[in-house]
């Protein structure tokens, strides 16, 4: 688990997938490109009010 400061999301026309970049509060920050499904449901997550744990 990471302690996250604040992220940036862009969708990749070219790839058809969503890249995003997590700046944790410690160190490098970190690029995850997945597919717009997965982008949603990891939305989905983050929107409930239960602690969820992100496969990174």
């Known amino acids: ?3 996250v400061k604040d992220w940036t ?3 990749s026309d070219e790839l058809g997938r ?3 970049t997590i700046n944790p509060t410690e160190g ?3 690029l995850i490109l997945m ?3 997965q982008a ?3 939305g ?3 929107q409930s009010p239960k602690r969820t744990q ?3």
């Open 54 to 56: 992100l496969p990174i």
């Open 9 to 11: 999301c862009v969708m």
């Open 35 to 37: 597919t717009i499904f």
């Open 1 to 3: 688990m990471i302690a």
């Open 18 to 20: 969503v890249a995003v």
């Open 28 to 30: 490098e920050p970190i």
């Open 44 to 46: 989905r997550e983050l």
């Open 40 to 42: 949603a449901k990891m």
